[in-house]
């Protein structure tokens, strides 16, 4: 299905690439472009659009979109970090802890909301200590950071709150869902929130945010169709597929993604097990000639052959499952639609080689780029490095304005549209500056802040930030240690209570036969590490609070050693 045209356009583009092996000099100049680029976007936004949501970079000024709580400042916080900037992180988190509050009478997406506010909240609170704030004792298990992702969460909470127990898709944050909020919402809505909700209740041991994930994701993953597909829109009532196109882009992305993401963070089988089943429906029946279409769910058939530029982000997820032959193939394949616009439209047909009608549009997103860093990262070839330079230079010469970077609006004639999403300050430029860091703590190397690991925890047991770090969607980094650090305390803390009590006991009671437990799962279901009330397990073999092992199994594609 794929043009001649694009074959040659593939050929001459590795070669024009692979022609050039990137000096540590360059790579650093390179990182001072994007740091110029972050701080023009980063500047205008404080100068013209701060407390609002974006920045309006035509008109130099500001609007709520998200719901009204400095969005793009909360986004941005730990790029500030990423780009060594300690001074401004350690302002700017003081200034949120002043200025946001989520009891408003406003309408947030559940989704965005979760990605963006409490992941970034999430994520600014796990590296507090590397940029030098002062941190209360038994961090990362407290702090004001995690008290407001935990408040943002809480808002998100009555969203769940369903007969099916997948949430609805928008919640007032003052006075919950509304009576007459639709209850269809995209399969990614369901599907997304394992990764933040489980940090949640292992830092603050709260099993509420992880029980209500995990309840959603199993749900949706029994609503799949006979060959193993989901569609793009469900009724979280009626459990009925609205919108059944299946595909890795829109609406659906990171649900895959999360299940992917969640079973390395949390070690869990279960959620492993989910994808793998997702990915061979997907490859059997969406994948032509290293494009993924759109196709019916129950049967099968193509019902849209699109590229979206959402679907960019599977390279780099098929890396950290270690499949780098498709994975390099397919990032050809997209990177070359970029090389004959100047960016990725939002809709691509590929039958016709050219922009969908109505989908023209560029708003700067990520996925493209952060597949090139996961690429990069497994294969060490700088023709990624390449194609990273060039995506800079793109959107220097296209989007830049005297106040940002504007989306552009059709990629034929680069025009131009008046927002900024924030986004692009969270990921657009955190994973170009990765990309080009290739030493960098997130990346497990030790020449950023003080060092390449720190400690944490009650009486400072706890080695954090030794590599592994986990993004969600939003590109906001999780340190997996740091979940082990806290739970692994509120298990030493349980079971003190439990020897306290035993020994309280009468006599009488403590010869009594214990009670049968009836309520774990079945023999034949996946185990998850997830503690539920009542159960006692064993630590699984990964779960020290040491985490490199993460990093290098994220690099060689491995989820768990054959022992696990």
Not at 414 to 437: G, V
Not at 464 to 477: D, K, M, R, S, V
Not at 481 to 491: D, G, M, P, Q
Request: aromatic share 10%.
């Amino acid at each position: 299905m794929r043009a001649p045209v694009y074959a040659a356009l593939f050929v001459w583009l590795l070669n024009d690439a692979a022609a050039h092996q990137f000096t540590e000099e360059e790579m650093a100049a390179v990182r001072q472009r994007i740091k110029s680029m972050f701080y023009h976007a980063y500047n205008s936004y404080l100068d013209n659009a701060f407390p609002y949501d974006e920045l309006r970079p035509l008109t130099c000024d500001g609007q709520d979109t998200w719901g009204s709580f400095s969005l793009t400042l909360i986004d941005a916080l730990d790029t500030l970090l990423v780009l060594g900037n300690h001074t401004e992180f350690q302002r700017v988190a003081s200034l949120l802890q002043d200025t946001v509050d989520f009891d408003i009478d406003v309408n947030a997406s559940v989704f965005e909301t979760n990605i963006r506010v409490v992941g970034g909240l999430l994520s600014a609170h796990l590296l507090a200590g590397r940029a030098g704030m002062e941190l209360e004792p038994g961090w990362p298990c407290s702090g004001p950071l995690l008290r407001m992702a935990e408040d943002a969460a809480r808002k998100l909470l009555p969203a769940f709150q369903t007969a099916t127990g997948m949430p609805y898709g928008t919640v007032n944050l003052l006075h919950g869902v509304s009576p007459t909020e639709t209850p269809v919402t995209c399969t990614a809505g369901v599907g997304t929130f394992i990764l933040e909700f489980a940090t949640l209740s292992r830092l603050t041991g709260d099993e509420t945010f992880e029980n209500v994930a995990r309840r959603a994701l199993r749900a949706l993953w029994k609503t799949r169709s006979d060959i193993g597909l989901v569609g793009n829109h469900i009724d979280i009532l009626s459990k009925k597929w609205v919108a059944q196109d299946a595909g890795i882009g829109a609406g659906v992305d990171s649900y895959f993604e999360y299940l992917v993401k969640g079973s390395i963070m949390l070690q869990d089988e279960e959620l492993l097990h989910m994808f793998l089943e997702y990915d061979r429906a997907i490859q059997n029946y969406t994948r032509f000639d290293d494009w993924y279409l759109w196709v019916q769910m129950h049967k099968g058939t193509v019902s849209m052959p699109v590229f979206q530029s959402l679907e960019a982000f599977w390279p780099g997820l098929q890396s950290l499952l270690g499949n780098l032959d498709s994975a390099v193939r397919t990032f050809q394949n997209y990177y070359s639609v970029w090389r004959q616009f100047g960016g990725l439209p939002e809709f691509y047909s590929i039958p016709q080689g050219y922009t969908v009608d109505k989908r023209e549009g560029y708003p700067l997103r990520p996925e493209l780029i952060e597949s090139a860093m996961y690429l990069f990262r497994a294969t060490g070839d700088h023709t990624y490095l390449q194609l990273g330079l060039d995506a800079l230079e793109s959107i220097e010469r296209i989007a830049k304005t005297p106040c940002g970077y504007a989306t552009v609006k059709d990629l034929r004639d680069h025009q131009l549209d008046n927002r900024m999403e924030s986004f692009f300050l969270a990921e657009t430029i955190k994973y170009l500056y990765l990309l080009f860091d290739p030493a960098h703590f997130l990346h497990g190397g030790g020449t950023e802040g003080d060092g390449s690991w720190e400690e944490g925890g009650e009486g400072g047991q706890c080695i954090l930030g030794a590599g592994g770090f986990i993004f969600n969607t939003e590109a906001h980094p999780l340190d997996p240690a740091a979940l082990y650090c806290c739970s692994r305390h509120a298990r030493d803390r349980q079971e003190l209570r439990d020897i306290l009590l035993s020994l309280s006991q009468p006599a009488e009671e403590k010869t009594k036969p214990p009670a049968q437990q009836t309520d774990g799962p079945p023999a034949s279901q996946s185990e998850s590490i997830a503690l539920k009330p009542g159960e006692r397990k064993t630590p699984p073999l990964l779960s020290c609070p040491v985490q490199p092992f993460s990093a290098r199994l994220s690099i060689l594609g491995q989820v768990f050693t054959d022992t696990t």
